[in-house]
């Protein structure tokens, strides 16, 4: 844990060393800096880099000789900042690349200096930890003409090492340095994808560097094999990686055969290289010859990794440089078919499958040994998935899943041969579920909450232009490239379409069961699974195939939406909220199974039915992943079934709402967009058309539900949706429900009160929309027999009595909502004054208590609260309002003024500020509302005058001049002699000599702050 988390302590403790280090460059003054830097945080380390590296470069730059030991202390100090921060500027990369190259010069001779091999790798360390460290474009913009001498430098003496150094780790670490250097390498901090000019210029700066390269590794290839295979491996990635990006023919096909002139100086203009067409063939027959050599040697070399290392040289060459190495395809694919037969097993896979993806074959429907081959090709690829999605780079798992589905598009019906064999349908079932791995470490998914879950977008027609909703972002395991998860799930789609989907079927819910870890693996391949069986998204090869039927493919849906929807795999836990840990603990059966998380691996942990278990960040993020992709699932079968999706909605719609109203944001959002889908399947123009279509039994469920609230803790959740998602159509079938919830709120507001409050804000926002209240037939009534109340009315008044209660509730969210709910009761009861003003009156005090002695945050809600009931039963506030109100607001405004007037731009976005503005806002509609007396509006006078000053914030001069102008159309004498006792802005002429001249106390000077504003206010009185 870092010691000094801010720049300012980093700096206190870091300027005594740094400064001790300009002065004396000794080992041990670095080594205390470097010691130092151990307890500062990265964030700081950043914000001081340029800081820090200052006397680090400048021990470097020092003229004369230094000790070995002590170069070597300032590179590792030197590396260590840089492993911990960013380098942003272009210019202060070139300087460090130069610096530390330089520690390896040696004037009198071309190889690298005589140095001990700790500085070397010190240096080359240092190199690569650089590189790694520039910040997004950056390092694209050091590749530019200018760095050709230095970059040149860099790579000579990398090859230099790697070639001359006896030292194996030296080799690796120059080699690895000089992947790093030519953008090979294969971490996420360099850039994978390059533009057509960005690849262009690359190209032509690595050209220079190109006879160098590939001599010098060629002699490091068919050197002597016991330097090890992992350096002669090494070789032959950077050999093939820069050959096939320098001699690339989609590159070269765009180079013109003139050459631009460059806009650099001479010397370094002697050093660039045109790749026009002359240059091309005379590099090529160089490069086959050094191919040759390279063949002759690595394809008899004893270790396998070497030869397989070979076919990847040829793959990417044949695949990327087929026209300028057209003189080198000979060798190539003549050493390609000499390894077919190789004695390792992974050589031999590796040859067959480069030579399968070259040749361009037709498939014969109906040949048996031609299938055979194929399921044999298809059980061994699943067996060696997981251990290529493991290892190599996104591009190399796109080339092996293409084959995959190559593969499977070529079997087509004969597919079958294959799941029909115990052992190859588990190697390709359990080699799906391994590559399809989530990583659910990303505390994010936890975080992300949903405050307003309840609204639904309104029409499918506006989602998106597919028939379905698209996929949530996900991150796997074993793969970033999202490519790579289209191929898997076309993949699955394949095996529905063709498979026995009964036996997919049944096989994957038993892997579904079977572990926790699975999980989510095989509930996102029965999805595809079911999509590919109705044959939405498959490109038959094959025509005379027959189709899954309606009536089974909804029989296996039903099936799959049943144990989706299943108390133990629908109700988890996602959150470490208190009311939610409960609800879903409810939820559980025994033998609850969670997911537990290390510090870099998952593993599944048991509990018992009567133990409450911790839930981790990942076990919630593995719940939560669980629930999206059953979400996802259940959109995905409505997509596949069209309007038969309807049969199943008594099933599927109540627990898809359930969701909707999810506080975890990944969750809500899936549920919406299964929603969608839902209503694109099913022929609903949007959500609330299909929440009316199929209210009633929504409504039936939803009350007997609420009569084993404990069973069915997420019930309010549902109506909550529901009534933000429909319209008034629906308030009178809800109503008998309404009292169920409230009823139920009376028993168990002390354990449910958020979720009930949630449905009592929907229920009156609902109410408060409806624009017509149904009328009463006066013939039921007689004279002396009050009318019933409307039903909207009752609602609101039972709800007002209940949100009087919860207003003090301890929760402040509870707080907060409640408050919202009295602000719109207000507003449906405002046209019914006899049942307003009661609960009005009972409402006060604590209404009062909000205002004056709450969080700030309730204290905004509150006062909006007081406004509406301010303008709605104005007469009935009024004496109330200036005995318990108004001398707290008053006091508190100026209380706050000085400090205000004092503070800077940032204090505009504080809650202080949101206060003072919220009050100065409210304050002039108040007065003129409530009609207040000489006296009170004297009180409110005086404490706005201040913030008429010029030094206060311009929102707060805003408001307080639209309080002014509120006091004016109450008592506009009073307030333009309050304004010219402020500020007056010229002597006032009496009308007759005989009359004496009236002095105000007002000012006339230019210098009084509030002279802007009262002549502002003055203009608007004349």
Known sequence: MAVFDTPEEAFGALRPVCVQLTKTQTVETVEHLQARLQAVSDSALQELQQYILFPLRFTLKTPG?????????????????????????????QELFSELSACLYSPNSQKPAAVSEELKLAVIRGLSTLMHSAYGDIILAFYEPSILPRLGFAVSLLLNLAEQEKSKQIKIAALKCLQVLLLQCDCQDHPRSLGELEQKQLGDLFASFLPGISMALTRVITG?????????????????????????????????????????????????????????KNTSDKLTLLLKKIIECVSVHPHWKVRLALIELIEALLLKCGQSLV?????????????????????????????????????????????????????????????????????????????????????????????????????????????LELDVTDIKVVEERCWNSGHLSASPETAAPQPWSPMQRRYFRFFADERLFLLLQQVCQLLGFYG???????????????????????????????????????????????????????EIVTSILEEYTSQENWYLITCIESEEVEEELTMKRSGLQAITCGAHTCQVTSFSAFSKPSPTI???????????????????????LGKDFRLLLMSALYPVLEKAGDQTLLISQAATSAMMDICHACGYDSVQHLINQNSDYLVNGISLNLRHLSLHPHTPKVLEVMLWNSDASLLPLVADVVQDVLATLDQFYDKRA??????LHALLAALE??????????????????????????????????????????????????????????????????????????????????????????????????????????????????????????????TQAPVSARAGPVYSHTLACKLQLAVLQGLGPLCERLDLGEGDLNKVADACLI????????????????????????????????????????????????????????????????AANVLRLLQELQ
């Open 327 to 435: 003189g080198s395809a000979g060798p190539l694919l003549k050493a390609l078919v000499g390894l077919v037969n190789d004695e390792s097993p992974e050589v031999q896979a590796q040859c067959n499958k480069v030579l399968r993806h070259f040749a361009d074959q037709k498939v014969v429907v109906g040949n048996r040994a031609f299938a055979d081959i194929l399921s044999e090709n298809l059980h061994s690829l699943a067996t060696s998935l997981p251990r290529f999605m493991n290892s190599q780079d996104d591009q190399g798992k796109f080339s092996t899943l293409s084959l995959l589905l190559g593969y499977l598009k070529l079997l087509g019906p004969k597919v079958n041969f294959v799941l029909h064999s115990v052992a190859h349908l588990q190697r390709l079932s359990k080699a799906l579920i391994q590559v």
């Open 224 to 280: 002597d094999f016991k330097q090890g295979h992992s350096i002669v491996v090494s070789s032959l990635k950077i050999f093939y990686e820069t050959v096939s990006f320098i001699m690339a023919d989609e590159q070269l096909e765009r180079i013109s055969e003139v050459q631009p002139k460059p806009a650099v100086e001479h010397r370094v203009a002697e050093l660039m290289v045109h790749r026009e067409a002359k240059w091309v």
């Open 618 to 640: 990942c076990s919630m993020n593995s719940n939560i992943w669980q629930i999206c992709i059953q979400l996802e699932g259940i959109g995905r079968f409505a997509y596949a």
């Open 947 to 1010: 913030y008429l000053s010029t030094k206060q914030p311009v929102k707060l001069q805003e408001a307080a001049r639209r309080v002014f102008l509120h006091l004016m159309k109450v008592d506009p004498d009073s307030t333009w002699f309050l304004l010219n006792e402020l500020h007056c802005p010229e002597q006032l002429t009496p009308p007759h000599p005989s009359l004496h001249p009236v002095q105000l106390g007002g000012t006339t000077g230019q210098g009084n702050p509030y």
């Open 754 to 759: 958020t979720s009930f409050v949630g449905v």
């Open 65 to 93: 000789p230094k000790r070995e030991r002590l170069i070597q202390s300032v590179v590792e100090c030197l590396t260590f900042v840089l492993s911990s921060t960013c380098v942003k500027e272009q210019e202060l990369l």
């Open 500 to 554: 026995d989907l009964y036996l997919l079927v049944d096989h994957f819910m038993e892997l579904y069961h079977e572990s926790v870890v699975y999980r989510k693996q095989a509930a996102m391949i029965l999805n595809e699974l079911v999509v590919g069986a109705a044959g939405l998204e498959v490109e038959n090869l094959h025509e005379n195939h027959i189709k899954t039927s309606p009536e089974d493919l909804r």
């Open 769 to 894: 929309e409806q624009s017509d209240p149904p009328k009463v037939d006066d013939s039921d009534t007689g004279p002396d027999v009050e009318p019933p109340l409307p039903v909207q009315i009752q609602i609101a008044t039972d709800v007002m009595e209940r949100c009087i209660h919860l207003s003090s509730d301890k929760d402040l969210k509870i707080r907060l909502k409640v408050l919202d709910v009295l602000d719109l009761c207000v507003v449906v009861l405002q046209s019914h004054k006899n049942q307003l003003l009661p609960l009005a009156h009972r409402a006060w005090p604590s209404l009062v208590h909000r205002l004056i002695n709450d969080d700030p945050l309730v204290v905004l809600r509150a006062f909006k609260v007081l406004r509406t009931l301010a303008g709605k039963c104005g007469d009935f506030l009024r004496s109330r309002f200036c005995k318990d109100i108004l001398p707290k607001l008053a006091g508190s405004l100026v």
